[in-house]
């Protein structure tokens, strides 16, 4: 997938919210690439964006190009054959995306029914071997129940079997492990591991640990654009943006120092940098010019006037 010059806009009463603003990225087939940044700063609308499920509202410019084809111009029609068989989302909350007065098999059976045609009696097998395939226990018993009846964790393996029912080759999760305890959190990572192996993935986390777990590359994003991308190792040994070091500052085995300051409203960014207001390096050029994303290393990606190693 090549993601360009992407920009997403809300048109609200207070302006226009730029909740993705000039996104630059490619993801190639079998990668996991990390989308990380703090809550706001428009990731989960780039996922969204991926599938053209926003609100009718939004404007979107740029290019996704997917197998050859922009998905900013597929038709719904065509986007419908997309979703769920090429491009699959798993969401960000299970809590909210089930429906809790449908059985589970049958939810993730309707999913399988929707983008794959098949009869009732042949998703609903499906289901259940999507249940056993993400290891729920007893999952022809277990198809029956509903949600409530679904630990937290075992309700985020029902999102994972729905998202990947339909057998899609790219995957977009949305904070995967939220709100799992760490034990359920790592059985979440190797069974998203195993199944998302040979796929591509935009995964989408606040979570640096489950990051450095299952991604190749991880991009920190900042109000509404990239600021820095790199292959894991880059990010985690080397990381040039403030940003960046800030974040990493913030894990818990590095003293869990919080970034000062808050994110700027993505209606009005400061000029210049727009983490600026927030870095103790700025200086005089940091609040006048705003900053390419530049390669700094081979394959190593930077905005910042005075990135360094
Ligand atoms: N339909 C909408 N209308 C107006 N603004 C919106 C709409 N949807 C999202 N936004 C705004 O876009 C921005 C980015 O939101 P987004 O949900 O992508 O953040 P996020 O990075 O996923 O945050 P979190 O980590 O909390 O999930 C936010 O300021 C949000 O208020
Ligand atoms: S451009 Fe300046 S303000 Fe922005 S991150 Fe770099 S040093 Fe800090
Ligand atoms: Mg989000």
């Known amino acids: 997938m090549r993601i360009s010059d992407l920009k997403t806009n809300f048109p609200t009463p207070d302006g226009i919210v730029r909740a993705v603003d000039t996104i630059d990225l490619s993801i ?35 290019e996704i190009i997917y197998k050859g084809k922009n998905l900013l111009e597929a038709s719904e029609a065509e986007m419908r054959t997309i ?4 491009i699959a989302i798993i969401l960000q909350n299970p809590t909210t995306s089930l429906n809790p007065v449908m059985r589970v098999g049958e939810q993730i059976a309707e999913a399988i029914r929707l983008h794959q045609g098949l009869n009732k009696k042949d998703a609903a097998a499906k289901a259940v071997e999507m249940l056993d395939a993400v290891r729920i226990p007893s999952p022809s018993q277990r198809a029956n129940e509903y949600p409530h009846e679904f630990s937290g964790g075992m309700k985020q393996r029902v999102m994972i079997a729905m998202g990947l029912a339909c057998n899609p080759s790219f995957i977009i999760a949305d904070e995967p492990t939220k ?16 199944m998302t192996e040979r796929k591509a993935m935009l995964l989408i986390t606040h979570d640096l640990s489950v990051a450095r777990e299952l991604c190749d590359r991880i991009a920190l994003m900042y109000a509404g654009e990239l600021v820095e991308y790199a292959p894991l190792k880059g990010i985690f040994e080397s990381p ?70």
Do not use: W
Request: net charge neutral; charged share 25%; glycine share 12%.
């Open 240 to 309: 040039l943006h403030p940003y960046t070091r800030g974040f990493l500052g913030s894990l818990p085995e590095r003293g869990l120092v919080p970034i000062p300051g808050m994110s700027p409203s993505l209606i009005d960014f400061p000029d210049g940098c727009r983490f600026h207001p927030r870095c103790e390096h700025a200086t005089e050029v940091c609040r006048r010019e705003h900053p390419e994303l530049v390669e700094f290393n081979a394959g190593h990606f930077v905005r910042c006037h005075h990135a360094r190693s």
């Open 28 to 62: 190639r087939d079998t990668e996991t690439f990390g989308l990380i940044g703090e809550t706001g700063c428009g990731k989960t609308v780039l996922g969204l964006t991926i599938m053209r499920l926003l609100h009718p509202a939004a404007t979107m410019e740029g």
């Open 179 to 194: 709100g799992l305890d760490v034990t359920i959190k790592a059985q979440i990572v190797e069974l998203m591991k195993e």
């Open 83 to 86: 979703r769920g068989r090429e």
